[in-house]
């Protein structure tokens, strides 16, 4: 292997990886001889793409934050409950691990999420001189943790399912659930749709070593 | 430049697109990319017959952890009971549509859709991959496999209802059913399923 250089990129060689089935690839080829799928050296539209939804998902943050995710009516009393007061709520009768899970499932994760696709995606945008090694550890970990935020989805609609008794005890889902399920939504795609090798031309090469 | 691409023992990192050496890697152990650590190749090994059986048990599970209550309330003499499926369609009733279709195809239709592809795969492996018809469904039920992967989301579904259990414990009465019982075999059976199985290893049978 002395033809392969410590820091040379697929692209140099004009070899790529199938998108679909990973197989290495002659780019000449156009499609993967193994699945049929397109090849592509690079997805240059992808990063257009990934800003677009992380816009519109940092936007719909708002309301699935301010309005009422939960509503909640025990004994004729009815609470509307945001995300941010439903999990004070839960300190309020001392069930703090739930608290816990919950804030960080629905509050930190997806600001979380946000804010580092967003620093992510400027980093390529605007060549700014951040180590691409730290980068891309945590765009590993926004992937990964991206998908506990259904946690609250999916105790809503338990929760919704079970209790409906009318005045005495009902819960039902408040107008943020829909937000909340599209923020969720929009930045896992935001992550995936995103071409990553783009980091790696784009930055100058003398953060390789960072 | 060009490469001869029949040479095997190169590959490169689908995140950052590095050309690397691949080497023996002992079993159980992984190869990360040296630049960025993306995962790049494990040593593939999954034994057929085991992913089968583990397979149909998940499928076992599969009906009664839809079917039968994951949730009992008890409140003032009457007692409700409620199943993955009704508590999506009680979100969806109240007008909360993209919440229901969520939480269907995260807990209900992307498992079911998974257990039913790596069953397809296994069974056209063991049987009959030569004709060519099934190594054509083969290629297309292993090119979407990562799609539902993540679509499925039943660990995040299990922990919910303990959550449920908790914050409802201070109101009234809960039970678990006997789907959370299924629900949690369902769970564990895919668990250890999808450690067994690599999409790697499937796509190099497809080479053979
Ligand atoms: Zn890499």
């Known amino acids: 292997m002395s033809k392969v250089s410590q820091k040379q990129q697929g692209k140099d060689l004009g070899l790529t990886l199938c998108p679909s089935c990973q197989q290495l690839s002659v780019y000449k080829k156009r499609h993967c001889s193994r699945c049929g799928s397109v090849l592509a050296l690079r997805d240059d539209s992808s990063l257009q793409k990934s800003w677009a939804l992380l816009i519109t998902a940092a ?28 999990i004070t709520h839960l300190v309020d009768l001392n069930i703090i691990p739930i608290a816990i899970i919950l804030f960080t499932a629905s509050i930190a994760v997806p ?15 605007f060549r700014l001189p ?36 009318g005045q005495l005890l009902d819960a039902r889902p408040g107008p943020a659930a829909t937000a909340f399920a599209l923020v969720i939504l929009l930045t896992q795609v935001a992550a995936k749709v995103l071409d990553t090798r783009l980091l790696w031309d784009r930055l100058e090469s003398k953060d390789d070593s960072n | 430049m060009e490469y001869n691409c029949a040479d095997s023992s190169v590959t490169l990192c689908r995140s950052c697109d590095l050309v690397i050496s691949k080497r023996a890697l002992p079993s159980g152990v992984r190869a990360l990319c ?23 048990t998940a499928l076992i599970f599969f009906i009664p952890a839809n079917l039968l209550p994951v949730l009992e309330l008890h409140f003032l003499g009457s007692i409700r009971t409620t199943t993955t499926i009704e508590g999506a369609m009680a979100v969806a009733n109240q007008g909360y549509w993209i919440v ?29 991959l030569n004709v060519p018809f099934f190594r054509e469904v083969l ?6 496999h990562e799609l ?61």
């Not at chain 2, 259990?165 to 201070?170: C, G």
Request: proline share 3%.
């Open chain 1, 59 to 86: 936007i719909l943050l708002i309301p699935a934050n301010i309005y009422p995710i939960t509503i909640f009516t025990s004994q004729g009393q009815t609470r509307h409950d945001t995300i941010f007061t439903g």
């Open chain 1, 111 to 125: 600001i979380l999420k946000i804010v580092g696709l967003t620093i992510y995606l400027t980093a390529i945008s």
């Open chain 1, 130 to 165: 951040i180590s691409k090694k730290k980068l891309m550890i945590g765009f590993h970990i926004i992937e990964w943790i991206g998908r506990w935020s259904m946690l609250d989805l999916f105790v809503i609609s338990i929760t919704a399912a079970l209790v409906n008794m």
């Open chain 2, 34 to 56: 040296p630049r960025c650590h993306t995962t790049l190749y494990d040593t593939p090994y999954c034994s057929i017959n085991g992913m089968l059986a583990l397979c149909l």
């Open chain 2, 100 to 128: 229901a279709i969520a939480v269907l195809v995260s807990a209900v239709i992307a498992p079911g859709l998974l257990l039913i592809s790596v069953l397809t795969q296994i069974l056209i492996i063991k049987y009959r």
């Open chain 2, 139 to 144: 290629k297309r039920l292993l090119r979407f």
């Open chain 2, 148 to 208: 539902i992967t993540q679509l499925s989301m039943l660990e995040i579904y299990m922990i919910s209802i303990f959550i449920s259990v908790f914050q409802l414990t201070d109101y009234t009465d809960i039970y678990l059913g006997m789907g959370t019982f299924c629900f949690a075999m369902l769970f564990l059976v895919t668990l250890f399923l999808q450690r067994e199985y690599h999409i790697e290893h499937m796509w190099n049978i497809i080479d053979e």
